[in-house]
């Protein structure tokens, strides 16, 4: 499902969405404190780029070594990927046996799907991943 915002912009080649709030004209601090009010989600959009964001996720064995696959991965943006590469320490540490063939993609399946588009990693990963569990 897609749906494009109703408050899109477009400056120069670069395209972005305009916050409600500021939108309708208010201050960057008031639209900040507007959109709090509202929707923490919407409280985002007016904070600078690179901004922290805290978030919380529940997710189940299957769905966890699934997030593992894709964003262990080197092709993964590196926050998620550092992220990631915590949050398995941490799962492995507490249930090996759930875990055990956790990781990226290339790891779990032996294989990388990325085709052409693979970093070239794949022994290396499945090493890193080994030590990571030894040490466990």
Not at 7 to 35: I, M, N, V
Not at 76 to 89: D, K, S, T, V
Not at 107 to 126: I, L, R, T
Request: hydrophobic share 30%; charged share 30%.
């Amino acid at each position: 499902y897609r749906r494009p915002s109703e408050t899109r912009r477009d400056h120069g080649r670069y395209r972005f969405t305009l916050p409600e709030f500021l939108a309708q004209g208010c201050s960057e601090k008031a639209a900040h404190t507007k959109a709090e009010k509202k929707a923490i989600e919407d409280a985002r959009y007016v904070l600078p780029n690179a901004c922290e964001t805290k978030m919380g996720v529940t997710m189940n064995a299957r769905s966890l070594n699934h997030f593992f696959n894709l964003r262990c991965c080197n092709r993964a943006q590196w926050e998620i990927r550092r992220l990631a590469e915590e949050m398995f320490e941490l799962v492995y540490a507490v249930a090996p046996n759930l875990f055990a063939g956790a990781g990226p993609s290339c790891v779990a399946e032996g294989k990388c799907p990325e085709g052409n588009m693979s970093c070239g990693k794949c022994k290396e990963m499945q090493e890193q991943y080994r030590k990571w569990k030894e040490e466990s």
